[in-house]
């Protein structure tokens, strides 16, 4: 069955780094399109930032843009998401995702698969 492990939250200080890692198994990885979203208490889960099957096209939610990168390696299945420049806002529990599609996608909809999340939580 399809599996999606996150890794790599944590409990960091504002401005520093952190690399989030999303595991997939159980799917086809390399022509699927993936993103990642991220969630705190009494919110919507909302949109971070997605990749399309290749890695040549990604999107990105305004509040994040230029402080993130996703990327993905197709040969070890695997998405990652370099946060730099944290602020505590970005405190929340980070969620991978498979889309339905190759492509890039925002909406929440668009996904099918979901892993259990990673706290990231950024002190001031």
């Known amino acids: 069955q399809v599996q999606l492990v996150e890794s790599g939250g944590g409990l960091v200080q504002a401005g520093v780094s952190l690399r989030l890692s999303c595991a997939a198994s159980?799917?086809?990885?390399?022509?699927?399109?993936m993103g990642w979203f991220r969630q705190t208490p009494g919110k919507e889960r909302e949109f971070v930032a997605a990749i399309n099957w290749s890695g040549g096209s990604t999107i990105y939610a305004d509040s994040v843009k230029g402080r993130f990168t996703i990327s993905r390696d197709n040969v070890k299945n695997v998405v990652r998401l370099q946060m730099n420049s944290l602020k505590p806002e970005d405190s929340a529990v980070y969620y991978c995702?498979?889309?339905?599609?190759?492509?890039?996608?925002?909406?929440?909809?668009?996904?099918?698969?979901w892993g259990q999340g990673t706290q990231v939580t950024v002190s001031s």
């Open positions: 995702a498979a889309s339905t599609t190759q492509r890039v996608i925002s909406l929440k909809r668009g996904y099918a698969y």
């Open positions: 159980g799917y086809t990885f390399s022509t699927t399109g």
